[in-house]
């Protein structure tokens, strides 16, 4: 009698464990599966018809003849990989090679080093930068931070590092916009600090979080006076420039 009670005990005691594995599992399948696909993100191909584009399983890689500077750029955390294609067009199109990795469950924090799968299949680049938007930016200069002797420095698009960048030696560019509601300001300047003093900062007037890509309205993000169009072709420039005027 007392042998089949405590089989029932521990027989609750598994069917216990294995319901709140299936409800573990269920709201991480469902958390994953919802993010931000891109909206349109191909559709200015063909204004770019000098530029080589690769879009297969793995990234989206943009490049210009000729490139001896490339950009790794991490997509923002449940981000389409694919929402980044207009603002990496209009980066490649002054002259730049551009990279963004799909990232396992569209969030970068689960291939932090993907940026060393790419590096080596470009022998010909002679500077390489990193970055990335939101979650994605602080990823990249996460990266950077372990791997600085093979970098030229660091882009952060509505992001901030925690990682200290300091003393790494690398140039820093961080933009955001000043209608992003997303963006943490109180982490932004907690963490300010990680940045290098010579950090170059620049605040969109009009632009919000979302604007960078092209992947829809964000949740809790403020309502930009530019369009994303904008945004992008403003970002494009202060990062080309940055990056190929040094």
């Known amino acids: 009698m007392h042998t089949q009670k405590r089989l029932k005990t521990v027989h609750k005691v598994l ?17 994953v599966s919802d993010y931000y696909r891109a909206d349109g993100a191909t559709e200015n191909r063909t ?30 955390g449940k981000v389409d990989h694919r929402a980044y294609e207009p603002l990496m067009l209009l980066i490649a199109q002054q002259g730049m090679l551009c990279i963004v990795p799909k990232m396992p469950f569209n969030l970068a924090v689960f291939d932090v080093d993907v940026a060393d799968r790419f590096i080596p299949l470009y ?28 970098l030229e420095g660091v882009i952060l698009l509505a992001s901030y590092s925690t990682a200290d960048l300091f003393y790494a030696g690398l140039r820093v560019l961080s933009i955001y916009g000043s209608k992003d509601s997303v963006l943490s300001k109180e982490s932004y300047q907690k963490y300010g600090g990680n ?25 809790g993000d403020g309502i930009a006076d530019i369009s994303a169009q904008e945004q992008q072709a403003a970002a494009a420039q202060a990062i080309a420039e940055f990056c190929l005027v040094h």
């Open 195 to 219: 940045l290098p003093s010579n950090v170059t900062s620049l605040v969109l007037q009009g632009a919000n979080h979302a604007g960078f890509g092209a992947y829809g309205p964000q949740k």
């Open 47 to 76: 204004l770019h018809a000098d530029l080589h584009i690769t879009d297969t399983k793995d990234a989206l890689i943009v490049g210009a003849d000729h490139a001896t500077t490339a950009l790794i750029f991490y997509p923002g």
């Open 123 to 150: 022998p010909e680049i002679e500077s390489w930068y990193v970055g990335g938007h939101s979650l994605g930016g602080s990823m990249a200069a996460s990266y950077a931070a372990k791997k600085s002797d093979g």
């Open 15 to 31: 069917l216990g464990i294995v319901l709140s594995m299936l409800l573990l599992f269920g709201s991480a399948y469902l958390y």
